[in-house]
């Protein structure tokens, strides 16, 4: 069954803890995201990654870190440093075309930080 | 600065009403614009490209360039289309930058 797989759906953290979330896809994308969802807000790029071993900040990159070992894989660790980590987080894929292809998102991280 | 604009968080209409979600965006290069769609308990999903021209469930979307402006468009709205719509702009280095979302709610 071919996608984005997101883990865990729900994570409660106590404030000072850094929480990694994962994201894994089957479909032989290049490019991996991580946005931010909160309400009134929309979606806000943190990181993207266009290729293994390769990434670039988004918008609200800090307090955020990723890696890209494998092209499977793009994990993003909230550290302790982001003041807001309270929100829902969505991991997304798709092929590089240069201008933006078609964006195949996971089912979602929620976090909330006790 | 790049940036998209939705002006309005929630939109209700009755089923068979025409619907029109607004959507503007400001870059300096050539835009590629889309709309998302994230019904209830889905994962958020395109529902079309302008580069596409196409209708997708009855919807419609026309770049207008000197408006700036990709808004989105179906002639008589059905239930099932109540969700949550984000429009989106592609810039170089595949990067999507989305709006804050407008919230369609179909009454019957």
């Known amino acids: 069954d071919g996608g984005i797989t997101q883990s865990p759906k729900y994570l409660f953290r106590k404030e000072g803890q850094n929480v990694t979330l994962s994201c894994e896809q089957n479909?032989?994308?290049?490019?991996m995201y991580w946005y931010r969802q909160d309400p009134g807000q929309g979606l806000r790029l943190i990181y993207y990654?266009?290729?293994?071993?390769?990434?670039q900040k988004g918008d609200i990159a800090e307090g955020y870190s990723v890696s890209r070992e494998k092209k499977e894989s793009f994990p993003l660790t909230v550290t302790s440093a982001q003041k807001n980590p309270t929100a829902f987080y969505l991991c997304?894929?798709?092929?590089?075309?240069?201008?933006?292809?078609?964006?195949?998102f996971g089912e979602g991280s929620r976090l909330t930080v006790l | 600065a790049q940036r998209v604009t939705q002006p309005e968080k929630l939109l209700s209409v009755f089923k068979g009403a025409p619907v029109e979600l607004k959507c503007n965006y400001s870059?300096?290069?050539?835009?590629?614009l889309f709309w998302y769609v994230q019904y209830s308990r889905q994962r958020l999903q395109l529902l079309l490209r302008?580069?596409s021209r196409e209708s997708i469930k009855g919807f419609t979307a026309d770049l207008n360039k000197g408006e700036t402006s990709f808004h989105l468009k179906k002639p008589f709205a059905q239930e099932e289309d109540s969700a949550m719509y984000y429009c989106?702009?592609?810039?170089?280095?595949?990067?999507?930058?989305f709006g804050t979302g407008t919230r369609l709610q179909v009454f019957p």
């Open positions: 997304a894929s798709s092929i590089p075309s240069g201008m933006g292809g078609e964006l195949f």
């Open positions: 479909l032989n994308h290049d490019a």
């Open positions: 990654s266009q290729i293994v071993n390769d990434f």
């Open positions: 870059y300096s290069g050539s835009p590629e």
């Open positions: 302008h580069i």
């Open positions: 989106a702009l592609s810039t170089s280095a595949d990067k999507l930058i």
